[in-house]
């Protein structure tokens, strides 16, 4: 599974962004895809996931702010990101799990600041 992310950017504080992150195969094909992030000089975070039944889970830092999404018809996973905040900033990676195998994908910045 290739993973291609997109739609990071430079934004104000309170803010909005939406990524998305195309998958080159259906992606009920996967058990779940999630997004995580990594900040300058931290450790990879995860951030939401959503099953191949739909259901989703978030991280405690993100809940009520940000939305896990997709749309099979184009095979492409959203993350809706609302309440944007300083601490955002990170590069934003799109992952898919299939049994034990995960595919990355390559990456995404996000700039939270005024």
């Known amino acids: 599974v290739q993973l291609q992310a997109s739609g990071g950017g430079l934004v104000q504080p309170g803010g909005s962004l939406i990524l998305s992150c195309a998958s080159s195969?259906?992606?009920?094909?996967?058990?779940?895809m999630s997004w995580y992030r990594q900040a300058p000089g931290k450790k990879r975070e995860f951030l939401a996931r959503i099953n191949d039944g739909g259901i989703t889970n978030y991280a405690v830092s993100v809940k009520g702010r940000f939305t896990i999404s997709r749309d099979s018809a184009k095979n492409t996973l959203y993350l809706q990101m609302d309440g944007l905040k300083p601490e955002d900033t990170a590069i934003y990676y799109c992952n898919a799990r299939r049994a034990s195998t995960e595919f990355w994908g390559q990456g995404t910045e996000v700039t939270v600041s005024s």
């Open positions: 195969e259906n992606i009920f094909m996967v058990n779940s």
